[in-house]
């Protein structure tokens, strides 16, 4: 079920309000659209950076400036970081991490890592679900290190708000919604681990083994608890 923000929280956003770079937005969404990999990079990178920058602003509420319509549309896109909606941070990331170059995900999954550490709780799931299956389906690319990136960022992302995300993302794993959605991606590291191991179920072994490390993590970090029946069963 969708947390909901509680008093506090709800009096803290209101308290604190924003406003969207209109101009920024523009030239981020015009340079994640480029055809050239390396000017998707660069954009990546710089946002990343300025996302990373200490003493900046968190997520706030956005504000309408003077003769704008008022932003009723979707809860994401009613909040800001430091100038950018996160709806539209959203919207991104949703193309970023099936990109089929290895840097541009990379460098996508860094962004990822950064942003969820910035959204409250109490709307990083609705954030972070529709950006898990695009993350794990590429534990199965054919780039070690994208694999390798892949797993780190989703442990990573696991480990924050007290592991409040890590079963989101086990049931994830463990419900097989990301693998159908990478199968494009996935199917030339298929082809080429199949050749080198026949009959071996390409998808078992990297689900298992990010599955054991959230394990691992929540109880290291007494959070196992708060995990559902229905999760372990999984």
Same mark, same amino acid.
């Given at each position: ?38 000017? %998707?990079?660069?954009?990546?990178? %710089?946002? @990343? ?20 319509? /008022? ?60 950006? +898990?299956?695009?993350?794990?389906? %590429? ?11 892949? /797993? ?41 681990? @199949?050749?080198?191991?026949?009959? %071996?179920? +390409? ?6 083994? +990010? ?16 995990? @559902?029946?229905? @999760?372990?069963?999984?």
């Amino acid at each position: 079920p969708q947390m909901m923000p509680s008093a506090s929280a709800i009096a803290a956003a209101a308290a604190s309000v924003g406003f969207e770079d209109e101009a920024a937005a523009e030239a981020l969404r015009a340079a994640i659209a480029s055809k050239a990999w390396k000017e %998707r990079v660069d954009a990546v990178q %710089r946002l @990343t950076s300025e996302l990373s920058m200490p003493n900046g602003e968190g997520v706030k509420c956005l504000e309408e400036r003077e003769g704008q319509e /008022s932003s009723s549309g979707p809860l994401l896109a009613q909040y800001v970081l430091r100038g950018h909606r996160i709806g539209s941070l959203q919207a991104y990331l949703t193309s970023l991490l099936a990109d089929s170059v290895t840097q541009v995900f990379c460098s996508a999954a860094d962004l990822l890592r950064i942003v969820c550490g910035h959204v409250p709780l109490y709307i990083a799931p609705l954030f972070l679900e529709p950006l +898990l299956p695009p993350l794990v389906a %590429r534990l199965i690319d054919t780039s070690s290190r994208v694999r390798s990136k892949a /797993s780190e960022s989703a442990l990573e992302i696991a480990s924050m708000h007290g592991c409040a995300l890590s079963e989101m993302i086990a049931q994830c794993v463990a419900s097989g919604s990301a693998w159908s959605g990478g199968a494009s991606m996935g199917a030339g590291a298929a082809s080429s681990s @199949t050749e080198r191991a026949p009959g %071996r179920d +390409l998808q078992t072994g990297p689900r298992l083994q +990010l599955l054991s490390h959230l394990v691992q993590s929540v109880q290291d970090n007494e959070s196992a608890g708060r995990w @559902t029946e229905e @999760t372990w069963q999984a």
